[in-house]
C-alpha cells in the first residue's frame, strides 16, 4: 500500500471519535466498495500495532474461524 495512502486515511479521520470511527467501519462494509478497502487495511494496521500479543491472538483466532464458513 502507498505510503500517501495511510497518510491520507490517517488525517481524514484522525481525531474522530470511537461512535465515528465505528459508522466508518459499518458504512464501508455495507457499501462493499473495493475502493474502501484500503482504509479498512490502515484501521486494522493502526490497531494491531496498538493491541496487545493476547488479542492479536484472539483477532487471528476469530479471524481464522470466519474463513472457515
Do not use: C
Not at 1 to 11: K, P, Y
Not at 37 to 65: C, I, N, R, Y
Amino acid at each position: 500500500m502507498n505510503f500517501q495512502i495511510r497518510q491520507a486515511i490517517t488525517s481524514n479521520v484522525q481525531g474522530d471519535s470511537a461512535a465515528e470511527f465505528r459508522d466508518t467501519v459499518e458504512d464501508a462494509i455495507t457499501r462493499g466498495d473495493e475502493h474502501l478497502l484500503p482504509g479498512l487495511g490502515v484501521f486494522l494496521e493502526k490497531w494491531w500495532h496498538a493491541s496487545s500479543p493476547d488479542e492479536q491472538q484472539q483477532f487471528t483466532e476469530k479471524l481464522s474461524k470466519a474463513f472457515q464458513n
